[in-house]
């Protein structure tokens, strides 16, 4: 009984206020830097100083504000939906996105397989735009913290493109 009110008292009333579970906020907070991580570990480097990129490529500065910002938000976002009755799919389809968002790291920059990670960020950009469908059903708001996301995704999505038709000779070359 103990352990139970504890437990109870880890998780803030969602009802009428729609206040987010912090523990489950956390939880998703530190899945977040699982994904970052994949930033850390595969960095640009001389390959991508080499490769031909458009004018409207932003500086690596950018990279890690916008993605610390991203972050903090998508774990907001999956908090505020944990939890209600019928979430289950749309958390699904979180991880779905996280997972790709994670993998695109490696493939581009780790294996400088550019048409993979082509594919790789496409389907990100559907598990994304479906997980912010499902989101919207259950919470407006997580729906629209997302939005800033599926925005850069697009931004990232037409980077990756342009750089493949840019790069012919290094398009999935392995090195």
Same mark, same amino acid.
Not at 25 to 32: G, R
Not at 51 to 57: A, F
Not at 82 to 89: I, V
């Given at each position: 009984? !103990?352990?139970?009110?504890?437990?109870?008292?880890?998780?803030?009333?969602?009802?009428?206020?729609? $206040?987010?579970?912090?523990?489950?906020?956390?939880?998703?907070?530190?899945?977040?830097?699982?994904?970052?991580?994949?930033? $850390?570990?595969?960095?640009?480097?001389? =390959? !991508?100083?080499?490769?031909?990129?458009?004018?409207?490529?932003?500086?690596?500065?950018?990279?890690?504000? $916008? =993605?610390?910002?991203?972050?903090?938000?998508?774990?907001?976002?999956?908090?505020? $939906?944990?939890?209600?009755?019928?979430?289950?799919?749309?958390?699904?389809?979180?991880?779905?996105?996280?997972?790709?968002?994670?993998?695109?790291?490696?493939?581009?920059?780790?294996?400088?397989?550019?048409?993979?990670?082509?594919?790789?960020?496409?389907?990100? =950009?559907?598990?994304?735009?479906?997980?912010?469908?499902?989101?919207?059903?259950?919470?407006?708001?997580?729906?629209?913290?997302?939005?800033? !996301?599926?925005? =850069?995704?697009?931004?990232?999505?037409?980077?990756?493109?342009?750089?493949?038709?840019?790069?012919?000779?290094?398009?999935?070359?392995?090195?």
């Amino acid at each position: 009984m !103990y352990r139970e009110k504890a437990v109870r008292g880890l998780h803030a009333d969602r009802g009428a206020t729609g $206040v987010m579970d912090l523990l489950l906020f956390f939880v998703f907070l530190a899945t977040c830097a699982v994904a970052a991580s994949s930033g $850390v570990l595969f960095k640009p480097g001389a =390959w !991508y100083r080499g490769l031909d990129k458009p004018g409207w490529t932003p500086p690596n500065i950018a990279f890690p504000i $916008v =993605w610390s910002v991203l972050y903090l938000l998508m774990a907001i976002a999956a908090a505020r $939906v944990a939890g209600h009755p019928g979430s289950a799919l749309a958390l699904a389809l979180w991880s779905l996105q996280i997972c790709l968002n994670t993998l695109w790291s490696g493939v581009f920059f780790g294996l400088h397989r550019i048409r993979a990670a082509a594919i790789v960020i496409g389907l990100l =950009w559907v598990a994304l735009a479906a997980t912010i469908m499902a989101f919207a059903a259950i919470d407006g708001l997580a729906a629209a913290l997302l939005v800033p !996301y599926l925005i =850069w995704g697009s931004y990232a999505f037409a980077l990756n493109l342009s750089i493949l038709a840019r790069n012919p000779k290094a398009t999935d070359a392995a090195t």
